[in-house]
Structures are given as C-alpha cells and as structure tokens.
C-alpha cells in the first residue's frame, strides 16, 4: 500500500517546508519537490534508498539521534541542528507512524546566522564593556560575568559563579541591596550606591544598575551594571568635611572675637587695679562685672544649641509656657510701656524640649520688646491650630521693623544692631524649632513691625 496517494502528494508537493517519509528501514518512501532542493537531489535518486547510506555524514549527528528517538519512544521530536556538507542549519519536526518516520524540515540558516551575530553582538558589548557587567538568577546567583567585574571586585569568573551578591555588600547596605534587588527581580529596573567587599578586604564604592532579565514576558533573572565611585565619594567626603571644618572655624573665630573683647576690658581694670590698690574707682567693678555677665550669656546661648541630643523630649503645654515666659518679661514690658496680648485657641501637648521652646519665645519676645523701645506699643502673641498635626505660632510687634536688605543677615551668629546686642537670639531660635522639625518665617516692614511665624508639629519621629 502506497503510503500517500497522488492527490496528497500533490498538496505536499507544494508545501514550502522540505518534507519526506523513511520506512521501518531507513528508506525513503517520499519526498517532495521542497525537500529534493534543500538536499539538493533528485527525488528518484532517493526514493527506496536508506537515509543513512545516502547521507552518512547524519549519521551521529543530531538528526541520527533525533529519529532513533522518536522512533524508539514513539514521539514526535522537534530540534535545530547544523549539517556540515550542505552548510546549512536545518530546523526540523519529525512524527514516528505505524509505517515509519515522517520528517518536516526547513532551511534556518539566515535566521540562526542573524542570531548568532545577534549574539556576538549582545558578547562583545558584554565583554568589552568598561563597566562591570554580570547576570544573576532569580535569587542573587551570579549567572555571567565580564572582565572588568572580575577587575572590580578581585575575583575570578569560576569564583564569582559560586558566589551570590550578598557575601560581597558591606553588612551596613545588605538590607538596602536586597530589598532593591527583589525589586529588580519583580521587574524595575533599579539604580543605586552601594559598599562592596574586595576579595582582599577594602571597600568599593559601586554605583549600580539592577534591570530584570524579561524573557517571554517572565522574569528570569536580573542583570547588574557597576561602576566603581570610591574615588568620587573620596573627594566629596573630603569636601563635607572642609565645609564642616571652615564653618567650625567661622563660628570659632566669631565666638573668640566676642570673648577677647570683653576679656580685654577685664585684664585693663585688672591691670589698673593692681598698680593703684588704694584708689579703686566703683565703676571698674561695674564694667568688669558687666562684662563677665556679657561673657556668661554669649557662652551660655552657645550652649542651647550645642548637643541638641541630650536634651530630653516631653509633651508639653505651649500656652503654658507662654504665659510663664509673658510673666518672665513682664516688668521689662512695662519699663519700655510695652503690652502683651496673648490669644490662645486649645491646643494639643506638643512634644518638644520645653526650656528650649521657652528660650526661643523669650529671644523672640525680647526682639519684640527692644523693637519698640522708643514709643512702646503692643505684641500680640497668637496661639492656633492649624491642622491636627501642626500648631501656628504668630508674635507680632509695631516695632522699627527691619529692613528688607538686612533680612537676610538676621540668623548669622552674631549679627545685631544693638549696642549691647549678642547677635545669637535669632540663630539660636532658628535652629531649636528646626531641631523640633519646625519652621520659623520672619516678615516684617520697616517702620511698621515685625511678624514672626512659627510652625511646630505636634508629634514627630526623630
Ligand atoms: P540681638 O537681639 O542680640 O541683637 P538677635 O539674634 O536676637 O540678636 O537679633 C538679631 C537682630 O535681628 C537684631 O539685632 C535686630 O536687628 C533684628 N531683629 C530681631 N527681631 C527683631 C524685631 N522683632 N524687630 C526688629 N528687628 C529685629
Ligand atoms: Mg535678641
């Protein structure tokens, strides 16, 4: 019995795939007009002939093993392979059938040469990358590394294939590192610094890329760029620590300043008081005691911002404080005919430094006051809610006011336009309601008065 009759082989024939049908022998039975070019002989040269004596080049190839297969389990098989003496990659599909083997193939070689250059091309942007380049499994594995990453950590290809990321993150970004990487791992892209270990001990600052690995929409694995920035974080710390260092020199230079001088007033009456023991005048007393006063209180609002830390936080009651504080200043209120009006809606316990708070309401009343030195007038001082988490701190006066230019200079350690001013009110101010995550505004018109606007949270996690 013919295994296919004429009209079927007529639709076979015009099939583009290459096609053909073996016998329990190994002999043709048919093959269709595709399949004679792709092999490149006639049909009647092949028909009733074995596969393997005509092609014995196949024989131990993967064709040889594929059929066997199928034939022996009695299952289609499906495969890709190269048959040297055509030069060509063959894509094949072959079903075993009661009469023998029916094979479909087709000429794959443009596809798989555009592949591999593909390849070759994905290989040397991999390879030659001057960036550290590396893939991983889905569980931090190193799958594939370039040159430059067995350069940048000190290991080689076979060591790191061994290795996961996470004996190479210094212990302080190991949770950071994961938690980015499982991002990465779910599929976005993630872009990060971090501290990696150098097989021979030192830390290397990387900044790296995580992207996923997508393929047929599900993610496989994750690969990695890394770049190696220990040299710019160097020069940054290092440039931090200048700027730290000459503000700490600016402040000391303005603190040695303000205390040489009194200091130098203390030694001339000092001086003078030794040469002539028996006349002393009383006013030498009254300056030098002065002057110590002016260095106790320069020292001790220098300490109010010093260590922010070892004070302690408690929830407090702002009005309260506010009244202790009106109380505090209210003779000097009354010498420079001053009135205070304090207005306070109920307010929540803020947690806060009370005495620090209360520090901040006495430099920022006593600017008041002082402001209205020559004709008096009033503050007025409002307390209100302004959400349930924040509170509203309004101190008003109808004082000289300050004028726009010298805005900015109010906060600079020791700038003032008094007298006997110590210039360190404002700044001391600013930085306690920053340190009680804060903020303090200044408005204020020339001539007319000053408004300062404090926003304090009522509750925070430092
Ligand atoms: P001091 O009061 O010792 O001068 P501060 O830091 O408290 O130092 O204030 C700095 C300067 O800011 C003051 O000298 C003054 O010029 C200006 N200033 C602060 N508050 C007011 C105000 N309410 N009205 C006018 N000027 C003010
Ligand atoms: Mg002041």
């Known amino acids: 019995m013919a295994l296919i009759d004429m009209d079927e082989s007529k639709v076979l024939d015009r099939i583009t795939d290459g096609f053909f049908s073996l016998d329990h022998n190994w002999n043709f039975t048919y093959v269709n007009i595709a399949a004679s070019q792709l092999l490149f002989r006639a049909r009647e040269d092949l028909i009733g002939k074995n596969v393997w004596g005509e092609f014995p080049e196949a024989v131990g190839l993967a064709f040889y093993n594929y059929y066997h297969k199928a034939i022996a389990e009695q299952t289609p098989v499906k495969f890709e392979a190269f048959f040297p003496p055509l030069d060509t990659w063959f894509d094949v599909r072959a079903y075993p059938s009661s009469n023998g083997l029916t094979v479909y193939f087709l000429d794959v070689t443009t596809e798989k040469k555009l592949a591999q250059e593909d390849k070759q091309h994905y290989r040397s942007l991999f390879e030659q990358n001057p960036d550290a380049v590396f893939s991983f499994d889905l569980n931090g594995n190193y799958l594939s590394v370039n040159s430059a990453m067995e350069e940048l950590l000190g290991y080689s290809e076979q060591e790191y294939l061994k290795l996961s990321y996470i004996p190479l993150v210094t212990e302080d970004e190991i949770k950071k590192t994961t938690e980015l990487y499982s991002k990465a791992a779910k599929g976005i892209t993630q872009n990060y610094e971090t501290k990696a270990i150098h097989k021979d001990g030192h830390i290397v600052h990387v900044s790296v890329t995580n992207m996923p690995i997508i393929v047929d929409d599900e993610v496989v694995g994750v690969y990695g760029i890394a770049k190696d920035i220990t040299g710019h974080k160097l020069t940054e710390q290092k440039l931090l620590k200048s700027e730290k260092l000459s503000a700490v020199g600016q402040l000391s230079a303005s603190i040695a300043h303000e205390i040489r001088n009194p200091l130098t007033a203390l030694k001339g009456f000092l001086q003078i008081m030794m040469a002539s023991r028996d006349n002393i005048e009383d006013s030498y007393f009254e300056i030098m005691s002065d002057e110590i006063a002016r260095i106790e209180l320069i020292t001790g609002e220098l300490l109010m911002v010093a260590k922010p830390q070892a004070h302690h936080f408690n929830f407090e009651n702002i009005t309260e404080i506010f009244k202790d504080v009106k109380a505090l200043l209210s003779s000097q209120a009354l010498m420079y005919n001053v009135n205070i009006i304090l207005e306070s809606e109920?307010?929540?316990?803020?947690?806060?430094?009370?005495?620090?708070?209360?520090?901040?309401?006495?430099?920022?009343?006593?600017?008041?006051?002082e402001s209205m030195s020559v004709a008096g007038g009033a503050i007025s001082i409002t307390l209100s809610k302004k959400s349930k988490n924040e509170i509203f701190i309004q101190i008003s006066d109808q004082g000289c006011g300050i004028p726009e230019e010298l805005l900015s200079n109010i906060g600079i350690p020791f700038y003032t336009t008094k007298q006997k001013g110590t210039g360190l009110g404002m700044m001391t101010s600013f930085k306690i309601i920053e340190s009680h995550n804060g903020r303090m505004e200044i408005n204020s018109t020339e001539g007319e008065g000053t408004t300062i606007t404090i926003q304090l949270p009522v509750h925070w996690v430092a």
């Open 346 to 369: 109920d307010l929540p316990l803020i947690f806060c430094v009370g005495n620090q708070l209360k520090q901040v309401f006495i430099n920022l009343i006593k600017n008041a006051i």
